[in-house]
Structure formats: C-alpha cells, structure tokens
C-alpha cells in the first residue's frame, strides 16, 4: 500500500475518491471558509494551514495507503468536498486506531453523496486493512455527521466522550462524542 498517491482511485456509482492533487487547493480552501460547512468543525483556515492539511493527507496516503480522500463527482469533476480514512488523531480515545471522515460543500449536502462516499471507504477499508473497527469522532451539535455515523450503522460509545484538546477551553466546540463500527462477520 505505500508508495500509492496520484495513482489511487476508488469508483462509486457518481464519485471517484482520490489522492489530494494540488488543483485541489484552492476549492478545498474555499470550501473550508464557508461558514455554513465549518459551524461545527472550527477556525477557517488560511492558506498556510491548508497546505500542511495537503502535507498531511498526502504524506498518509504515501506511508499508509489512505487518507481522507478528496470527493469529486464523476459527471463533472467537481471537487465536492473530502471521504476517506486517517489514523486517529493523537491524545484522543481513538489515538492508533482507523478514523472514517468526511467534509463537503454545502450545495452538495443532501444527496447521498457523503454516504456513498463513506461506504465505499469502508468497503475499502474491510478489504485491505486488518483492524476490528473504523472509528468516528464530532461535536455533538453535528447532527448531519453523527446522523451518517448512525446511518452507517456506526455505535455510539458515551464512555468515550472527550473535550478535544486542539478546540479552546470554552468553546462549545470543544466537547466531541465517539463512534465505532466493526469489521463485519
């Protein structure tokens, strides 16, 4: 699995999840100062902060494999938006452990898209990597995420509530909840 960048494309019926191309830049920028779609997510990013998110997702991709792939309509070739799989982010209930994610344009919600893009990274997931579960974490104001979460078939696990350190104390983004789903039999 290392070494796949450029080269990786999963299909779904209307989308193609695939590694992050610099082209892809600038609508992610734009699409991450829309403050419809970053309510419950935090701080807009500036230019500097979505390159080291490109660094990020490009650098797991190369050493794993995955990363949260960028989501473009294939009857276009719209970039509507980020589906994939990262590790989970370090000092969390699921630090070491496959966290599913998801963000998109606001005039492609509700159309099934994030779902099908989900599913298809779990599929992807199932078939080439060894783990017992797929991990997901929100802000419980997120209802649209956690409702995918549950419409995946994803568990809910109160025990594993967490204030995420990288949110400000005090802000009400700050408490997030936690979500599982295993690998099935």
């Known amino acids: ?35 419809q779609v970053m309510r419950f ?10 390159q080291a998110v490109f660094a990020r997702q490009t650098g797991f991709q190369r050493d794993l494999g995955y990363c949260f792939w960028i989501m473009e309509r294939r009857a276009d070739g719209a970039m509507l938006g980020f589906c994939g799989l990262k590790p989970g982010h ?41 783990d017992p579960a797929i991990w997901a974490i929100t802000s419980p104001g997120n209802v649209r995420s956690w409702g995918l979460m549950e419409r995946l078939g994803m568990t809910r696990h109160h025990d594993l509530d ?9 802000d009400p983004l700050r408490p997030h909840i936690t979500y599982s789903i295993g690998r099935p039999t």
């Open 1 to 35: 699995m290392a070494g796949m960048t450029e080269l990786f494309a999963l299909l779904t019926e209307r989308l193609i999840l695939r590694g992050w191309e610099q082209r892809d830049l600038a609508p992610m920028l734009a699409m991450c100062n829309d403050p």
């Open 41 to 50: 997510l935090g701080p807009h990013p500036d230019e500097s902060e979505m």
């Open 90 to 130: 370090v000092g969390t209930p699921i630090e070491g452990k496959v966290e599913i994610g998801w963000r998109m344009r606001a005039d492609a919600w509700g159309q099934g898209y994030a779902r099908e893009a989900a599913q298809a990274s779990l599929g992807w997931a199932w078939a080439n990597l060894p």
């Open 162 to 170: 967490f204030d995420f350190h990288i949110v400000p104390e005090g």
